[in-house]
């Protein structure tokens, strides 16, 4: 669905539960809670909702009517500022009563918003300068934490993301969010610096291809544009896949035998390879680095070696787990020493 079209959806009017474990690697499902129930009354089972969840995640409407004097918020229930707040802070502390291993988010959302005439869409139009953005932010995040503090809950760490449908930031928030709850992150952050360091490649993103959420990526900072320019690769692999790469129509778009090389106008490459049926890798490069293909070839089959030892892993951990019913640990990274530098040692 595209942006322009949820202008005509309804709002959220009962609970509604996305499964997200059928067809991508970030098992999980979403209960949309919309913003009148209060799923802290007797009839619901606390319990229940918050006692095996691993994230909670509360949206506050950032659409601004510009006032300098009173900037007015709005949640799913058109909410006004402390409203929202009142309702964010009742919340995080029930729920860390019940789990207080749940991972606090707060998506501060619409932060940009369409201009529409009474025909059709005109234009998408920034509702927020830069300035206003992190003014925002900060203030949110400062009333939320004192609240917290004066309730004597400094324990509890509330993150901050600001988003909108009109770009990829709340693909990136969301991306912040499973990682939180992926026990094998810092392996799979380390195999990504091995890779990436020996490979003469500047940024590598591991994705879930079905939800264009990165699971993990290498240390150096992550910049917007090329989050976007990667996620519409895998569109573009996908669609063209589904279009020529599928025999008699059978069969799937996205296999082993997926990859695609995308040459930019800047001397930029980007790279994507399959590592499994639900993940893949995306790297971006400069063209002068891509003259030793091979090299960044083996180093990959090393990298996608590497990372089913890491899952093969999981799978024995969770299954240990679950038969002594207690919490598994940090998993360690597996030896990496297959791969190879793009320069002579």
């Known amino acids: 669905m595209s942006p322009n079209e949820t202008l005509f959806l309804e709002s959220t009017n009962k609970i509604v539960k996305d499964d997200i474990s059928n067809s991508s690697f970030v098992q999980f499902q979403i209960w949309d809670f919309p913003g009148q129930i209060d799923f802290f009354d007797p009839t619901f089972d606390s319990e229940m909702i918050f006692g095996g969840c691993g994230a909670l995640i509360f949206v506050i409407d950032a659409q601004v009517r510009f006032t300098r004097t009173a900037l007015i918020f709005v949640i799913d229930a058109q909410d006004d500022y402390m409203e929202a707040l009142a309702k964010l802070h009742m919340t995080v502390s029930r729920a860390y009563k019940v789990n207080p291993n749940i991972k606090f988010e707060v998506f501060i959302h619409k932060v940009s918003f369409v201009q529409v005439s009474r025909s059709s869409w005109v234009r998408l139009v920034d509702g927020l300068s830069d300035d206003h953005k992190i003014e925002t932010q900060r203030d949110i995040h400062q009333r939320a934490n004192d609240d917290l503090a004066d309730a004597g809950l400094e324990a509890i760490h509330l993150s901050f993301y600001l988003t909108s449908i009109y770009d990829h930031s709340i693909f ?22 091995i890779l990436i360091s020996n490979s003469g490649i500047e940024k590598a993103f591991l994705f879930d291809v079905v939800s264009k959420i990165y699971i ?10 090329s989050y976007e320019l990667c996620c519409d ?16 129509g059978e069969g799937s778009c996205y296999d082993k035998e997926s990859s695609s090389i995308i040459k930019l106008n800047n001397a930029t490459i980007l790279y994507l390879r399959e590592v499994n049926r639900f993940l893949a890798l995306v790297c971006i490069l400069r063209e002068d680095n891509f003259d030793r293909q091979g090299i960044i070839d083996y180093n990959f089959h ?29 998993l360690e990274a597996p030896a990496a020493n297959g791969i190879v530098g793009s320069k002579p040692i």
């Open 172 to 193: 990136e928030a969301f991306s912040k969010v499973v990682q939180k709850l992926i026990p094998q992150l810092p392996t799979l952050e380390n195999l990504l610096n």
């Open 216 to 225: 993990a990526t290498d240390s150096s900072p992550v910049d917007m544009q």
């Open 233 to 248: 690769m895998i569109d573009v692999v996908i669609d063209v896949s589904c279009i020529y790469g599928l025999k008699d």
């Open 302 to 330: 090393c990298f996608r070696q590497a990372i089913q030892e890491v899952f093969e892993v999981r799978c024995k951990a969770q299954n240990l787990t679950s038969n002594l019913q207690s919490s598994s640990g940090s």
